[in-house]
């Protein structure tokens, strides 16, 4: 059976959407991205620009926001607060990691 | 088609009120859900009782999903009742086969039948998936087995399982947390909707010897005594093969001795460092002669290792 192979992209910081691509692969409605951008959970590139564009980053803020709004129903504040902690959360563990990775294991 | 018991997912009668239902969802949606869950298997999980909730939560559903009786178990082979698909599922009418239906499809579709009847796009599923992969393969690149099980509708509306088996290539240089993208390889769209992605989370497989933190690596430098206060050139292994490294004399455990360039390559060229981080370990059965040369030592020395005791202590 002939396989065939995909080269996968690297989906990371040099890539940037518009506010209607993020509403497309996200699932999140425009009107509802932008209230993410109000509370600041999503913040453009380049805050200034007419027509405003988002690092990947966002995309992955914005699908979890779509995840958790509709798994939970929650509401835009309640949505960027669990958003935010969910940050922080993922902040410390980053930490934790590099302080594991650095931290010598026992040898006898 | 094999039957899922939506009720006992949730943990609820089958004579549950709606808020009984949404209660119990919520209740293994904080547990189970993958954004804030270390539950084991939590995905899986989360994706069950989201499917049962998605069905349960909606009369329409609910009933349909009533009507396909109540004395079978889960993982069962079974077949809704005659007339079943007339009176819920795609239109149709006429005799359908079920098999290679998933029941979450089947009652996905039963509130997107007028959706995919008329002519709305409906964009393919994303898939995200773990990929574990060892820091060898990080650093070479390499290619991963992928599996899906995706939904398509055949040509009378029925969605059905397909399997869809291909390769991913990644280049070298992914990092623990990397985000990958395969455009289109998601499920198929709809009515002109685009396809779904499938998008890989590379998660690092514990290293015997290294550890990564970004593209940096760590690897525990043991020397002996001696060899910390001579100083001493050192064999260090790096993910491909070894290298020598020199110890200054004087080195103290703890001190991290930076082989640069030497870590995980980086995506865009370039690779992080390692770092050798120095412990000093002693022999654990030192012959006699050892001893009587330790003891020498002992004798001879003037250096202090718990001065800084006194320097608070007085």
Redesign the interface.
């Known amino acids: 059976m002939n396989?065939?192979?995909?080269?996968?992209?690297?989906?990371?910081e040099h890539q940037q959407f518009s506010l209607a691509e993020l509403a497309?692969?996200s699932?999140m409605p425009e009107a509802d991205l932008r209230q993410l951008i109000e509370y600041a959970a999503i913040v453009p590139v380049d805050p200034d620009k007419v027509e405003a564009m988002f690092g990947?980053e966002c995309l992955?803020t914005a699908r979890?926001a779509q995840?958790?709004r509709s798994?939970?129903d929650l509401d835009a504040s309640s949505l960027v607060l669990?958003l935010s902690l969910?940050e922080r959360i993922s902040e410390l563990e980053k930490r934790l990691?590099?302080l594991?990775?650095?931290f010598?294991?026992i040898?006898? | 088609m094999k039957y899922k018991d939506y009720y006992q997912t949730l943990g609820v009668e089958r004579n549950a009120s709606a808020d009984d239902i949404k209660k119990a969802y919520?209740k293994l949606?904080?547990k189970y859900?993958?954004?804030?869950s270390k539950e084991p298997n939590a995905k899986d999980k989360?994706q069950e009782v989201?499917e049962a909730y998605e069905t349960l939560k909606n009369p329409e559903k609910r009933a349909a999903y009533d009507q396909l009786g109540s004395g079978y178990q889960s993982g069962q082979d079974f077949r809704p009742p005659p007339g079943w698909e007339t009176q819920f599922a795609h239109g149709g009418g006429g005799q359908q086969s079920f098999e290679d239906v998933d029941l979450a499809d089947l009652f996905a579709g039963l509130v997107g039948r007028g959706a995919h009847a008329g002519k709305f796009p409906i964009?393919g599923q994303d898939f995200e998936v773990t990929a574990q992969i060892t820091l060898e393969q990080a650093t070479r690149g390499t290619?991963l087995?992928i599996n899906l099980s995706v939904s398509e509708y055949d040509e009378t509306g029925v969605p059905r399982r397909v399997p869809r088996?291909?390769?991913?290539?990644?280049?070298k240089?992914a990092s623990?947390g990397?985000?990958?993208?395969?455009?289109g390889?998601g499920g198929k769209g709809v009515n002109g909707g685009?396809d779904g992605?499938l998008?890989?989370n590379i998660k690092l497989a514990p290293h015997p010897l290294f550890?990564?933190?970004?593209h940096?690596l760590?690897v525990?430098l043991?020397l002996a005594p001696w060899e910390a206060v001579l100083g001493a050139s050192v064999e260090v292994p790096i993910l491909e093969g070894t290298v020598r490294l020199k110890v200054p004399a004087g080195t103290r455990a703890?001190q991290?001795l930076r082989l640069a360039g030497r870590g995980l390559p980086k995506?865009r060229g370039g690779a992080g460092d390692l770092?050798a981080?120095v412990?000093i370990?002693v022999p654990?059965h030192p012959s006699e002669h050892e001893k009587e040369l330790y003891r020498k030592l002992a004798e001879e020395t003037t250096f202090d290792p718990r001065s800084h005791f006194k320097e608070v202590v007085k």
Request: hydrophobic share 35%.
């Open positions: 396989i065939e192979i995909y080269q996968a992209e690297w989906f990371d497309d692969l699932g990947a992955v979890k995840r958790l798994d939970f669990a969910l990691q590099a594991g990775a650095q010598p294991k040898h006898r | 919520r949606a904080h859900h993958p954004d804030v989360f989201g964009p290619e087995d088996m291909f390769k991913a290539r990644i280049a240089g623990e990397q985000r990958l993208r395969l455009p390889k685009r992605d998008r890989l550890r990564p933190d970004g940096e760590y525990d043991t703890g991290k995506p770092y981080i412990q370990v654990t």
